[in-house]
Protein backbone atom coordinates (compact mmCIF):
# COMPACT_ATOMS: atom_id res chain seq x y z
CA UNK A 1 0.00 0.00 0.00
CA UNK A 2 1.19 3.03 -1.00
CA UNK A 3 0.53 6.53 -0.11
CA UNK A 4 -0.49 9.02 -3.01
CA UNK A 5 -1.70 12.29 -3.35
CA UNK A 6 -2.95 15.06 -5.20
CA UNK A 7 -5.01 18.25 -5.34
CA UNK A 8 -7.01 20.24 -8.14
CA UNK A 9 -7.23 24.05 -7.92
CA UNK A 10 -11.04 25.11 -7.71
CA UNK A 11 -10.92 27.14 -10.57
CA UNK A 12 -14.58 26.12 -12.53
CA UNK A 13 -17.13 24.18 -13.32
CA UNK A 14 -16.23 20.20 -14.04
CA UNK A 15 -16.36 19.36 -17.36
CA UNK A 16 -15.82 15.68 -19.19
CA UNK A 17 -13.11 15.98 -19.59
CA UNK A 18 -11.63 16.40 -16.84
CA UNK A 19 -14.31 13.27 -14.96
CA UNK A 20 -12.28 11.17 -17.53
CA UNK A 21 -8.80 12.37 -17.51
CA UNK A 22 -8.56 13.12 -13.81
CA UNK A 23 -11.39 12.40 -11.70
CA UNK A 24 -11.39 8.58 -13.00
CA UNK A 25 -8.05 8.04 -12.97
CA UNK A 26 -7.89 9.19 -9.43
CA UNK A 27 -10.85 6.88 -8.07
CA UNK A 28 -8.56 3.52 -9.95
CA UNK A 29 -5.30 4.62 -8.24
CA UNK A 30 -7.38 5.27 -4.86
CA UNK A 31 -7.87 1.35 -5.09
CA UNK A 32 -5.32 -0.30 -2.87
CA UNK A 33 -3.69 2.71 -2.19
CA UNK A 34 -4.08 5.27 0.83
CA UNK A 35 -5.29 8.34 -0.86
CA UNK A 36 -5.14 12.21 0.06
CA UNK A 37 -7.45 14.59 -1.88
CA UNK A 38 -7.45 18.09 -1.55
CA UNK A 39 -9.32 21.03 -3.17
CA UNK A 40 -6.46 23.34 -3.22
CA UNK A 41 -7.79 26.80 -2.76
CA UNK A 42 -4.73 28.76 -1.16
CA UNK A 43 -3.08 27.76 -4.90
CA UNK A 44 -6.52 29.25 -6.87
CA UNK A 45 -5.69 32.82 -4.93
CA UNK A 46 -3.67 33.73 -7.19
CA UNK A 47 -6.37 33.40 -9.76
CA UNK A 48 -9.62 34.38 -7.99
CA UNK A 49 -9.86 37.56 -6.18
CA UNK A 50 -13.27 37.31 -5.19
CA UNK A 51 -14.20 35.79 -2.17
CA UNK A 52 -17.63 34.60 -3.03
CA UNK A 53 -16.45 32.76 -6.34
CA UNK A 54 -13.24 31.17 -4.36
CA UNK A 55 -16.00 29.38 -2.08
CA UNK A 56 -18.45 29.26 -4.71
CA UNK A 57 -15.77 27.13 -6.48
CA UNK A 58 -14.68 25.09 -3.98
CA UNK A 59 -18.02 23.78 -3.18
CA UNK A 60 -19.17 23.02 -6.31
CA UNK A 61 -15.55 21.32 -6.88
CA UNK A 62 -16.21 19.26 -3.71
CA UNK A 63 -19.73 18.06 -4.90
CA UNK A 64 -18.59 17.28 -7.79
CA UNK A 65 -16.24 14.69 -6.80
CA UNK A 66 -18.25 13.39 -4.50
CA UNK A 67 -21.43 13.17 -7.38
CA UNK A 68 -18.84 11.20 -9.21
CA UNK A 69 -18.58 8.70 -6.19
CA UNK A 70 -15.52 9.91 -4.25
CA UNK A 71 -15.82 7.55 -1.16
CA UNK A 72 -14.43 9.74 1.73
CA UNK A 73 -14.02 6.47 3.67
CA UNK A 74 -11.53 5.47 0.82
CA UNK A 75 -9.73 8.47 0.14
CA UNK A 76 -9.07 11.43 3.10
CA UNK A 77 -11.07 14.29 0.93
CA UNK A 78 -10.06 17.73 2.13
CA UNK A 79 -10.06 21.68 1.75
CA UNK A 80 -6.23 22.90 1.44
CA UNK A 81 -7.51 25.91 3.42
CA UNK A 82 -8.82 23.74 6.32
CA UNK A 83 -4.67 22.20 7.00
CA UNK A 84 -2.74 25.61 8.40
CA UNK A 85 -0.03 23.37 9.08
CA UNK A 86 0.95 23.08 5.45
CA UNK A 87 2.18 26.68 5.95
CA UNK A 88 4.54 26.16 8.65
CA UNK A 89 6.38 23.44 6.40
CA UNK A 90 6.00 26.13 3.34
CA UNK A 91 8.02 28.56 5.68
CA UNK A 92 10.73 25.88 6.86
CA UNK A 93 11.26 25.00 2.96
CA UNK A 94 11.32 28.43 1.76
CA UNK A 95 14.84 28.58 3.58
CA UNK A 96 16.08 25.53 2.02
CA UNK A 97 14.98 26.83 -1.61
CA UNK A 98 17.18 28.11 -3.89
CA UNK A 99 16.03 31.09 -5.48
CA UNK A 100 17.61 30.01 -8.93
CA UNK A 101 15.17 27.22 -8.68
CA UNK A 102 12.44 29.17 -8.56
CA UNK A 103 13.63 31.15 -11.36
CA UNK A 104 13.21 28.37 -13.32
CA UNK A 105 9.73 27.26 -12.60
CA UNK A 106 7.85 27.68 -15.61
CA UNK A 107 4.76 29.76 -15.08
CA UNK A 108 7.28 32.28 -13.25
CA UNK A 109 9.85 31.69 -16.64
CA UNK A 110 6.71 32.05 -18.78
CA UNK A 111 5.31 35.45 -17.14
CA UNK A 112 8.92 36.41 -17.51
CA UNK A 113 9.44 35.67 -21.38
CA UNK A 114 5.91 37.34 -21.69
CA UNK A 115 7.20 40.41 -20.08
CA UNK A 116 10.23 41.03 -22.16
CA UNK A 117 8.88 40.47 -25.15
CA UNK A 118 6.10 42.81 -23.91
CA UNK A 119 8.87 45.50 -22.99
CA UNK A 120 8.19 45.22 -19.51
CA UNK A 121 10.42 45.42 -16.30
CA UNK A 122 10.53 41.41 -16.36
CA UNK A 123 8.71 41.03 -12.89
CA UNK A 124 6.19 42.94 -14.14
CA UNK A 125 2.81 41.52 -12.44
CA UNK A 126 4.15 38.84 -10.52
CA UNK A 127 3.52 38.75 -6.88
CA UNK A 128 5.35 36.27 -4.55
CA UNK A 129 2.04 33.83 -4.52
CA UNK A 130 3.27 32.99 -7.99
CA UNK A 131 6.14 32.91 -7.33
CA UNK A 132 6.55 30.63 -4.22
CA UNK A 133 3.64 28.61 -5.84
CA UNK A 134 6.27 25.66 -5.97
CA UNK A 135 7.39 26.24 -2.42
CA UNK A 136 3.46 25.49 -1.72
CA UNK A 137 3.06 22.98 -3.81
CA UNK A 138 6.14 21.05 -2.63
CA UNK A 139 4.66 21.24 1.10
CA UNK A 140 2.08 19.82 0.00
CA UNK A 141 3.32 17.25 -1.12
CA UNK A 142 5.88 16.33 1.95
CA UNK A 143 3.84 17.29 4.81
CA UNK A 144 1.87 14.00 4.33
CA UNK A 145 5.46 12.18 2.88
CA UNK A 146 3.19 11.24 -0.05
CA UNK A 147 4.96 8.83 -2.26
CA UNK A 148 3.12 9.23 -5.60
CA UNK A 149 1.65 12.38 -7.47
CA UNK A 150 -0.70 11.42 -9.88
CA UNK A 151 -0.58 15.10 -11.84
CA UNK A 152 -1.20 15.63 -15.74
CA UNK A 153 2.26 16.39 -17.67
CA UNK A 154 1.72 20.74 -16.68
CA UNK A 155 2.98 19.27 -12.79
CA UNK A 156 5.74 17.76 -13.56
CA UNK A 157 8.02 20.20 -12.75
CA UNK A 158 6.36 21.25 -10.02
CA UNK A 159 6.39 17.87 -8.24
CA UNK A 160 10.35 17.42 -9.41
CA UNK A 161 10.99 20.92 -7.48
CA UNK A 162 9.03 19.14 -4.43
CA UNK A 163 12.01 16.09 -4.71
CA UNK A 164 15.06 18.10 -4.89
CA UNK A 165 13.57 20.36 -1.48
CA UNK A 166 12.76 16.93 -0.19
CA UNK A 167 16.72 15.55 -0.83
CA UNK A 168 17.92 19.07 0.17
CA UNK A 169 16.26 18.74 3.22
CA UNK A 170 17.07 15.47 4.30
CA UNK A 171 21.03 16.30 3.07
CA UNK A 172 20.98 18.88 5.37
CA UNK A 173 18.80 17.75 8.81
CA UNK A 174 19.31 13.94 7.89
CA UNK A 175 16.03 11.26 6.66
CA UNK A 176 12.86 12.88 6.66
CA UNK A 177 11.19 12.91 4.02
CA UNK A 178 9.63 10.41 1.65
CA UNK A 179 11.28 11.48 -1.94
CA UNK A 180 8.14 12.04 -4.03
CA UNK A 181 7.61 10.55 -7.45
CA UNK A 182 5.06 12.68 -10.21
CA UNK A 183 3.13 9.65 -11.93
CA UNK A 184 1.94 10.87 -14.92
CA UNK A 185 -0.88 8.90 -16.62
CA UNK A 186 0.33 8.19 -20.39
CA UNK A 187 -2.59 6.01 -20.72
CA UNK A 188 -5.62 8.47 -20.47
CA UNK A 189 -7.29 8.95 -23.37
CA UNK A 190 -7.04 12.97 -24.84
CA UNK A 191 -10.91 13.82 -24.55
CA UNK A 192 -11.94 15.45 -27.26
CA UNK A 193 -13.85 18.76 -27.58
CA UNK A 194 -17.00 20.53 -29.55
CA UNK A 195 -14.83 21.29 -32.04
CA UNK A 196 -12.83 17.67 -32.28
CA UNK A 197 -9.59 19.85 -30.81
CA UNK A 198 -8.55 18.55 -26.83
CA UNK A 199 -11.74 19.48 -24.06
CA UNK A 200 -10.47 22.68 -22.34
CA UNK A 201 -11.91 25.79 -20.98
CA UNK A 202 -9.51 27.72 -23.26
CA UNK A 203 -10.50 26.54 -26.07
CA UNK A 204 -14.33 27.20 -25.14
CA UNK A 205 -14.78 23.50 -26.36
CA UNK A 206 -16.01 21.82 -23.10
CA UNK A 207 -18.81 19.69 -21.99
CA UNK A 208 -20.03 20.50 -18.51
CA UNK A 209 -20.35 17.26 -16.41
CA UNK A 210 -23.80 17.86 -14.67
CA UNK A 211 -25.76 20.98 -16.83
CA UNK A 212 -29.24 19.98 -17.27
CA UNK A 213 -30.68 17.64 -20.12
CA UNK A 214 -31.86 20.15 -21.59
CA UNK A 215 -28.24 21.92 -21.56
CA UNK A 216 -26.86 18.59 -22.44
CA UNK A 217 -28.61 18.30 -25.92
CA UNK A 218 -28.05 22.01 -26.93
CA UNK A 219 -24.00 21.31 -26.21
CA UNK A 220 -24.41 17.59 -28.13
CA UNK A 221 -26.54 19.07 -31.19
CA UNK A 222 -22.81 21.87 -31.31
CA UNK A 223 -20.09 19.47 -31.88
CA UNK A 224 -18.74 19.66 -35.49
CA UNK A 225 -19.42 17.19 -37.86
CA UNK A 226 -18.81 17.15 -41.91
CA UNK A 227 -21.46 17.91 -44.19
CA UNK A 228 -22.26 14.18 -45.09
CA UNK A 229 -26.00 13.58 -45.55
CA UNK A 230 -28.18 10.81 -44.29
CA UNK A 231 -27.16 7.69 -46.00
CA UNK A 232 -23.04 8.59 -46.85
CA UNK A 233 -21.01 6.49 -44.72
CA UNK A 234 -19.48 8.09 -41.78
CA UNK A 235 -15.88 8.20 -40.35
CA UNK A 236 -16.25 5.80 -37.56
CA UNK A 237 -13.39 7.39 -35.40
CA UNK A 238 -15.33 11.03 -35.77
CA UNK A 239 -16.01 12.79 -32.28
CA UNK A 240 -19.30 11.75 -32.36
CA UNK A 241 -17.98 8.14 -31.84
CA UNK A 242 -15.73 9.31 -29.35
CA UNK A 243 -17.94 10.59 -27.44
CA UNK A 244 -19.84 7.56 -27.32
CA UNK A 245 -16.98 5.18 -26.45
CA UNK A 246 -17.04 6.99 -23.57
CA UNK A 247 -20.38 6.48 -22.16
CA UNK A 248 -21.48 3.26 -24.31
CA UNK A 249 -20.78 -0.41 -23.44
CA UNK A 250 -18.21 -1.94 -25.76
CA UNK A 251 -21.17 -3.97 -27.57
CA UNK A 252 -23.39 -0.09 -28.16
CA UNK A 253 -20.58 1.61 -29.47
CA UNK A 254 -19.72 -1.16 -32.06
CA UNK A 255 -23.18 -1.12 -33.02
CA UNK A 256 -23.14 2.46 -33.25
CA UNK A 257 -19.71 2.90 -35.40
CA UNK A 258 -21.01 0.49 -37.70
CA UNK A 259 -24.50 2.03 -38.56
CA UNK A 260 -22.19 5.89 -38.79
CA UNK A 261 -20.16 3.26 -41.33
CA UNK A 262 -23.17 2.31 -42.89
CA UNK A 263 -24.43 5.98 -43.12
CA UNK A 264 -26.69 6.65 -40.25
CA UNK A 265 -27.20 10.75 -40.24
CA UNK A 266 -25.27 13.02 -38.12
CA UNK A 267 -28.32 14.07 -36.13
CA UNK A 268 -29.83 10.59 -35.25
CA UNK A 269 -26.27 9.71 -34.05
CA UNK A 270 -26.23 13.13 -32.17
CA UNK A 271 -29.85 11.78 -30.67
CA UNK A 272 -28.40 8.45 -29.81
CA UNK A 273 -25.45 9.99 -28.50
CA UNK A 274 -27.50 12.25 -26.43
CA UNK A 275 -29.36 9.21 -24.88
CA UNK A 276 -26.30 7.27 -23.29
CA UNK A 277 -24.34 10.20 -22.31
CA UNK A 278 -27.57 11.46 -20.38
CA UNK A 279 -28.20 7.74 -19.08
CA UNK A 280 -24.70 7.33 -17.78
CA UNK A 281 -24.31 11.09 -16.12
CA UNK A 282 -28.16 11.46 -14.74
CA UNK A 283 -27.70 9.11 -11.21
CA UNK A 284 -24.60 11.84 -10.75
CA UNK A 285 -26.34 14.74 -11.76
CA UNK A 286 -28.56 13.88 -9.03
CA UNK A 287 -26.35 13.66 -6.52
CA UNK A 288 -24.71 16.88 -7.59
CA UNK A 289 -27.43 18.87 -7.12
CA UNK A 290 -28.43 17.29 -4.15
CA UNK A 291 -25.15 18.28 -2.60
CA UNK A 292 -25.21 21.78 -4.15
CA UNK A 293 -28.73 22.44 -2.29
CA UNK A 294 -27.22 20.54 0.81
CA UNK A 295 -23.99 22.45 1.43
CA UNK A 296 -23.62 21.62 5.01
CA UNK A 297 -23.47 18.04 4.00
CA UNK A 298 -20.57 18.26 2.09
CA UNK A 299 -18.54 21.12 4.39
CA UNK A 300 -19.34 18.36 6.95
CA UNK A 301 -17.49 15.60 4.90
CA UNK A 302 -14.36 18.12 4.16
CA UNK A 303 -14.46 19.11 7.91
CA UNK A 304 -13.62 14.89 8.86
CA UNK A 305 -11.29 14.72 6.05
CA UNK A 306 -9.38 17.92 7.24
CA UNK A 307 -9.60 16.18 11.09
CA UNK A 308 -7.52 12.96 9.33
CA UNK A 309 -5.13 15.09 7.06
CA UNK A 310 -4.29 16.80 10.21
CA UNK A 311 -3.74 14.11 12.34
CA UNK A 312 -0.63 12.85 9.87
CA UNK A 313 0.20 16.30 9.00
CA UNK A 314 1.25 17.39 12.79
CA UNK A 315 2.69 14.01 12.89
CA UNK A 316 5.16 14.90 10.28
CA UNK A 317 5.56 18.67 11.04
CA UNK A 318 6.92 17.84 14.66
CA UNK A 319 9.53 15.34 13.06
CA UNK A 320 10.49 18.35 10.99
CA UNK A 321 10.51 20.57 13.64
CA UNK A 322 12.70 18.74 15.91
CA UNK A 323 15.04 18.04 12.83
CA UNK A 324 15.43 21.91 12.59
CA UNK A 325 15.54 22.96 16.08
CA UNK A 326 12.03 23.81 17.46
CA UNK A 327 9.02 22.60 19.81
CA UNK A 328 6.95 20.12 19.58
CA UNK A 329 3.77 21.70 18.40
CA UNK A 330 1.26 21.92 21.76
CA UNK A 331 -1.42 19.28 21.44
N1 LIG B 1 -0.71 22.99 -8.85
C1 LIG B 1 -1.68 21.97 -9.13
C2 LIG B 1 -2.47 22.40 -10.38
O1 LIG B 1 -2.38 23.49 -10.81
C3 LIG B 1 -2.62 21.77 -7.98
C4 LIG B 1 -1.90 21.32 -6.77
C5 LIG B 1 -1.65 22.03 -5.64
C6 LIG B 1 -1.33 20.02 -6.56
N2 LIG B 1 -1.01 21.28 -4.72
C7 LIG B 1 -0.77 20.05 -5.26
C8 LIG B 1 -1.25 18.87 -7.33
C9 LIG B 1 -0.11 18.91 -4.72
C10 LIG B 1 -0.60 17.74 -6.81
C11 LIG B 1 -0.05 17.78 -5.52
O2 LIG B 1 -3.22 21.64 -10.90
Known amino acids: M ?68 LDPEKIIFFRQSDVPEVFELNWILSNITPKGLMNRAHAYKAMVEQNIENGLDKDSNVNMGLYNYPILMAADILLYNSKYVPVGLDQKQHCEIARDLAQYFNNRYGETFVLPEPKIEESVAVIPGLDGRKMSKSYNNTIQMFCSEKDLQKTINRIVTDSRLPGEPKNDDCTLAQFYSLFGTKEQTEDYK ?74
Not at 30 to 57: P, R, V, W
Not at 297 to 313: C, D, N, P
Open 2 to 69: DRILTAIKPTGIMHIGNYFGAVKPLFQMSEGNETFFFIADYHALNFIKSAEELKNNSQMLAAAYLACG
Open 258 to 331: KRLREGLGWGDAKKELFVVMNEYISPMREKYNYYMSNPQEVEKILQEGSIKARRIARKVLNKVRKKIGVCKLAD
